[in-house]
C-alpha cells in the first residue's frame, strides 16, 4: 500500500522565549529547531507514530510534504521515500550546514551540531544509522521539488532537474486587461493602511480573500471591488488582469511570472520574503514591508505598477519552458521506480 503522509509539529515556544518568532528563522535548521528538533524525546515520539502508521498501513513508500521525521521513520523502516514541496521546503542532502536565505536574518538560534546529536539520538533508539550532517534527514528521499532555478535556494546544490511549478499553460496576456487582482489568503487585510489603500484607488479591481472578516469584505464590495467567493480560475486571472498583488505565495508569483504583468508583493514571513525577492531578480514585481501603515505610500506603490502595467515580456517568454510541465507525468515516472 502506498500512503502520501505530510505534517508539520506544533511551533516550540523557545525562539519566543528569546525574543523572536517562528517567522525569524534564519535557515532551515533553525525551522528545525523550532519545531523541537533539539529534542530527542520529541523526535522520538514523532518517529515512532510514523514507523507504526508504516507498519499498519503496510506502506510501501513514503510521499512526504514537509514532514521531516516521517523522512526519517522511512529511513528506518528501509522503505524509500520522496520529498515534495517548494525548493524552499525540500533541500538536498548532503549539505555542511544549511545556507543562510536572507543577509538581515543571519544569526542562528540552533547550532546544527546539536540539532544532529538530538536527531542521532532518536536514530540509535530505533537501531537506525546515525547521519553524517543533519542535511542528511534528506539522505535517502528522491527530491521532487516543484519550482524553477530563479525562485529555489538550494539551485546550486541540486542533483535532479526540478518539476514545472504550473501544469495549466495559458496564452500570455494580449495587454487588453485592465484589473488589479488581489489574493489575500490569512490575515493581510489586518493591516488597515493596505485595505485604506486599495478602497481609495479608482481602478477595476477583482479579489479573493478568504482570509478576511465579513465587515473587511463588504468594505471591498462597498468600494466597488468584485469579491469572489471561491478561488477564480487561472485563465480569468490571465485574461482580466494588469497587475497582481498578493503575499509573495510561491504559486502565485509563479503564475504571475508566467502572465507577464506587474506583480506587488506583501510578504507575510520570510518564505514569502525570499520568493519575492527571487522573483523580483527575474521581473518586474515590487515588495511593501508587511509593517508598512502608510496608505498614501501602499497606494503610490500600487499605482506606479499599474501604469506600467506590464512586465518584461521577453524574460516572461525565458522563463515560461520552466515554469510550466506535466508534473504528473514527470514525477509517476520517477516515482514507479521506486516500488518495482
Known amino acids: 500500500m502506498r500512503h502520501r503522509i505530510s505534517g508539520r509539529p506544533a511551533f516550540d515556544q523557545s525562539r519566543a522565549a528569546r525574543g523572536g518568532g517562528q517567522s525569524a528563522c534564519c535557515d532551515l535548521g533553525d525551522f528545525l529547531?523550532?519545531?523541537?528538533f533539539w529534542n530527542p524525546q520529541f523526535l522520538i515520539a514523532q518517529i515512532k507514530w510514523w514507523l507504526e502508521t508504516i507498519k499498519a498501513r503496510k506502506s510501501r513508500l513514503l510521499i512526504a510534504d514537509f514532514a521531516p521525521c516521517a523522512q526519517l521513520a522511512a529511513q528506518i523502516a528501509g522503505i524509500p521515500s520522496v520529498a515534495v514541496g517548494t525548493g524552499y521546503s525540500v533541500p538536498p542532502a548532503g549539505l555542511d550546514s544549511f545556507p543562510i536565505l536572507l543577509p538581515e536574518y543571519s544569526e542562528r538560534v540552533f547550532a546544527e551540531d546539536e540539532l544532529l546529536r538530538a536527531v542521532n539520538m532518536a536514530m540509535a533508539y530505533f537501531g537506525g544509522r546515525p547521519l553524517a550532517r543533519l542535511s542528511d534527514i534528506y539522505a535517502q528521499s528522491t527530491a521532487m521539488p516543484r519550482t524553477i532555478a530563479g525562485l529555489d535556494p538550494y539551485r546550486d546544490w541540486r542533483q535532479a532537474p526540478l518539476l514545472p511549478p504550473l501544469n495549466e499553460r495559458l496564452p500570455r496576456p494580449d495587454g487588453s486587461g485592465?484589473?488589479?487582482?488581489?489574493?489575500?489568503?490569512?490575515s493581510e487585510t489586518e493591516n488597515h493602511a493596505l485595505v485604506d489603500a486599495l478602497i481609495g484607488l479608482d481602478l477595476p479591481m477583482r479579489a479573493f480573500i478568504p482570509g478576511a472578516t465579513a465587515n473587511i469584505r463588504e468594505l471591498f464590495v462597498e468600494a466597488g471591488v468584485t469579491v469572489e467567493t471561491r478561488p477564480v480560475p487561472f485563465a480569468e486571472i490571465n485574461r482580466r488582469s494588469r497587475l497582481l498583488l498578493h503575499s509573495g505565495q510561491h504559486g502565485t508569483l509563479c503564475m504571475g511570472l508566467s502572465m507577464g504583468i506587474g506583480q506587488v508583493a506583501f510578504p507575510q514571513h520570510l518564505e514569502h520574503l525570499f520568493h519575492a525577492r527571487r522573483a523580483a531578480e527575474l521581473a518586474p514585481v515590487r515588495i511593501v514591508n508587511s509593517g508598512t501603515r502608510d496608505a498614501d505610500e501602499i497606494s503610490a506603490t500600487i499605482m506606479e505598477a499599474y501604469e506600467i502595467g506590464g512586465g518584461d515580456a521577453?524574460?516572461?517568454?525565458?522563463?515560461?519552458?520552466?515554469?510550466?510541465?506535466d508534473a504528473g507525468a514527470i514525477a509517476r515516472g520517477r516515482i514507479l521506480p521506486l516500488i518495482q
Open 33 to 36: 529547531g523550532d519545531l523541537n
Open 178 to 186: 485592465d484589473e488589479i487582482f488581489f489574493y489575500f489568503s490569512t
Open 314 to 325: 521577453a524574460a516572461a517568454e525565458k522563463l515560461r519552458p520552466d515554469l510550466f510541465g
